[in-house]
């Protein structure tokens, strides 16, 4: 079988990579390109953990094949943080303890932050409804939510001091 | 899944092509279906074709006469980011965003969610209330389809070998009318309609139904266009009266089976009771005080 060239952008790098027709996006970032923060919970588009932007939109990386990412603009969680500048989204989910295992948080960071991309102060409600496709099994959410929201206040502050 | 074609065509006749070309193809828009199954070993397809790269197939477009055209592979996110087709088809886009999650939104479309066929799937039974039409394009050209006539039951569509929809159009309306879609899920998100209901309502001068349409999902093998149940809202006010027979009128065309998420019984009480209520909303937002 043929392998599939394909040219993209990863986090705002060019890259490209030789894939089978049925790998899907998520196991190239992660076989091909090491990028191994986003992560297989489901593999079926329930849970959220391979959360990643393209083109601007958030969608799980294990529902997409790596073939359609010719062209587009991959976002994942390695680009998140500027050096060892963590973004406010990152530090307000240590400050607030919004992990345990860890193991979603990739998929939360990356949601969350499209989110707050969309909608720069949004509701309680609005960030559940938001982060209803990414599923935590340790934090009961409530941590995570109060990270997020008062990681919205930290950028909202930012954007009126710049 | 060895074996497996990957083809990306750029234009209708090289879709076509592709897909006449393998026996087994399958098409591939947003995936939200078709990588799952595919995943789970329930789809085996020889060929998947990509027509996100066809024009036509992403995107939603407003006509000189006030249709709209929505492309067969637009993401929902984009559907319901579009404010005029939002403004004037709620319905519609309501159904569509309740599709999946926020990342779910971001992959899947409407021509995806009408072929896959599902008797529960959430933006049919908006898209037949809304009368939209699928163009669909195969070997012997182009043909228009209402939505209602694509799927044949359970995971089939009527649909002729090489062909797919590569776009809805949704008629012209004029001022009084709007659409409605409620679901009845046990749950707040991320799951598939027990029962689901899109009514699409114009009103005349007088603030009298002058058209009504109903469709019901998930109580037949296939998303049903309940006429009887429309027509008996026509010609007055969305009184009780009115409400009783639409009720009584969706409730008789239902066909549902007994599973995990309801038995036949309830389904049937609840299609009348979600036709009400969404007919309630499409009244109040066609007469502008929602």
Same mark, same amino acid.
């Given at each position: #079988?043929?392998?599939?060239?394909?040219?993209?952008?990863?986090?705002?790098?060019?890259?490209?990579?030789?894939?089978?027709?049925?790998?899907?996006?998520?196991?190239?970032?992660?076989?091909?390109?090491?990028?191994?923060?986003?992560?297989?919970?489901?593999?079926?588009?329930?849970?959220?953990?391979?959360?990643? #932007?393209? &083109?601007?939109?958030?969608?799980?990386?294990?529902? #997409?094949?790596?073939?359609?990412?010719?062209?587009?603009?991959?976002?994942?969680? *390695?680009? #998140?943080?500027?050096?060892?500048?963590?973004?406010?989204?990152?530090?307000?989910?240590?400050?607030?303890?919004?992990?345990?295992?860890?193991?979603?948080?990739?998929?939360?960071?990356?949601?969350?932050?499209?989110?707050? *991309?969309?909608?720069?102060?949004?509701?309680?409600? *609005?960030?559940?409804?938001?982060?209803?496709?990414?599923?935590?099994?340790?934090?009961?959410? &409530?941590?995570?939510?109060?990270?997020?929201?008062?990681?919205?206040?930290?950028?909202?502050?930012?954007?009126?001091?710049? | 899944?060895?074996? +497996?074609?990957?083809?990306?065509?750029?234009?209708?006749?090289? %879709? =076509?092509?592709?897909?006449?070309?393998?026996? @087994?193809?399958?098409?591939?828009?947003?995936?939200?279906?078709?990588?799952?199954?595919?995943?789970?070993?329930?789809?085996?397809?020889?060929?998947?074709?990509?027509?996100?790269?066809?024009?036509?197939?992403?995107?939603?477009?407003?006509? $000189?006469?006030?249709?709209?055209?929505?492309?067969?592979?637009?993401?929902?996110?984009?559907? @319901?980011?579009?404010?005029?087709?939002?403004?004037?088809?709620?319905?519609? $886009?309501?159904?569509?965003?309740?599709?999946?999650?926020?990342?779910?939104?971001?992959?899947?479309?409407?021509?995806? !969610?009408?072929? !896959?066929?599902?008797?529960?799937?959430?933006?049919?039974?908006?898209?037949?209330?809304?009368?939209?039409?699928?163009?669909?394009? @195969?070997?012997?050209?182009?043909?228009? $389809?209402?939505?209602?006539? =694509?799927?044949?039951?359970?995971?089939?569509?009527?649909?002729?070998?090489?062909?797919? $929809?590569?776009?809805?159009?949704?008629?012209?309306?004029?001022?009084?009318?709007?659409?409605?879609?409620?679901?009845?899920?046990?749950?707040?998100?991320?799951?598939?309609?027990?029962?689901?209901?899109?009514? !699409?309502?114009?009103?005349?001068?007088?603030?009298?139904?002058?058209? %009504?349409?109903?469709? +019901?999902?998930?109580?037949?093998?296939?998303?049903?266009?309940?006429?009887?149940?429309?027509?008996?809202?026509?010609?007055?006010?969305?009184?009780?009266?009115?409400?009783?027979? +639409?009720?009584?009128?969706?409730?008789?065309?239902? !066909?549902?089976?007994?599973?995990?998420?309801?038995?036949?019984?309830?389904?049937?009480?609840? %299609?009348?009771?979600?036709?009400?209520?969404?007919?309630?909303?499409?009244?109040?937002?066609?007469?502008?005080?929602?």
């Amino acid at each position: #079988m043929s392998k599939i060239h394909v040219t993209t952008t990863v986090n705002g790098d060019s890259a490209e990579f030789l894939t089978d027709p049925q790998t899907t996006l998520l196991d190239a970032l992660r076989d091909e390109l090491g990028l191994t923060g986003s992560k297989e919970g489901c593999g079926s588009g329930d849970c959220g953990a391979c959360s990643v #932007m393209v &083109d601007g939109r958030l969608v799980c990386s294990c529902l #997409m094949l790596a073939a359609e990412a010719q062209g587009r603009r991959i976002e994942t969680i *390695e680009g #998140m943080a500027h050096g060892g500048e963590l973004h406010p989204l990152q530090q307000k989910f240590l400050e607030h303890a919004a992990l345990q295992c860890g193991f979603c948080t990739p998929g939360l960071l990356v949601a969350a932050k499209a989110l707050l *991309e969309s909608n720069p102060d949004p509701s309680e409600e *609005e960030t559940r409804y938001w982060l209803a496709g990414n599923l935590c099994r340790c934090t009961g959410y &409530d941590k995570v939510i109060r990270a997020v929201l008062d990681a919205a206040a930290v950028l909202r502050q930012e954007r009126r001091a710049a | 899944m060895a074996e +497996l074609q990957y083809l990306a065509p750029e234009s209708v006749d090289e %879709a =076509v092509k592709a897909l006449a070309s393998a026996p @087994g193809a399958r098409v591939l828009a947003g995936g939200t279906d078709l990588i799952v199954q595919m995943r789970a070993g329930r789809a085996k397809p020889a060929a998947v074709i990509d027509v996100k790269r066809v024009p036509g197939a992403v995107g939603v477009w407003r006509q $000189v006469d006030g249709a709209f055209v929505i492309g067969a592979a637009t993401p929902a996110a984009e559907i @319901g980011e579009h404010a005029a087709l939002t403004a004037t088809w709620p319905g519609v $886009v309501e159904a569509a965003n309740l599709i999946g999650s926020t990342q779910v939104q971001g992959r899947a479309s409407l021509g995806g !969610n009408l072929c !896959n066929a599902s008797p529960a799937a959430d933006s049919v039974p908006a898209l037949v209330a809304a009368r939209a039409v699928c163009v669909v394009v @195969g070997p012997a050209g182009k043909r228009e $389809v209402p939505v209602e006539a =694509v799927q044949a039951g359970p995971g089939r569509t009527t649909l002729h070998p090489g062909e797919f $929809v590569l776009e809805f159009r949704l008629p012209p309306r004029g001022q009084r009318a709007s659409d409605a879609y409620l679901r009845l899920i046990p749950r707040t998100e991320m799951d598939i309609a027990v029962v689901g209901a899109g009514v !699409n309502l114009t009103l005349a001068a007088d603030g009298k139904i002058s058209e %009504a349409h109903v469709a +019901l999902g998930a109580v037949a093998p296939t998303t049903l266009l309940a006429s009887s149940a429309g027509a008996a809202i026509v010609g007055g006010a969305l009184d009780d009266a009115a409400l009783a027979r +639409l009720d009584a009128a969706a409730c008789a065309a239902c !066909n549902p089976i007994s599973d995990k998420r309801g038995t036949s019984e309830y389904r049937t009480r609840i %299609a009348g009771v979600l036709a009400r209520r969404a007919a309630k909303i499409a009244y109040d937002r066609a007469r502008g005080v929602s």
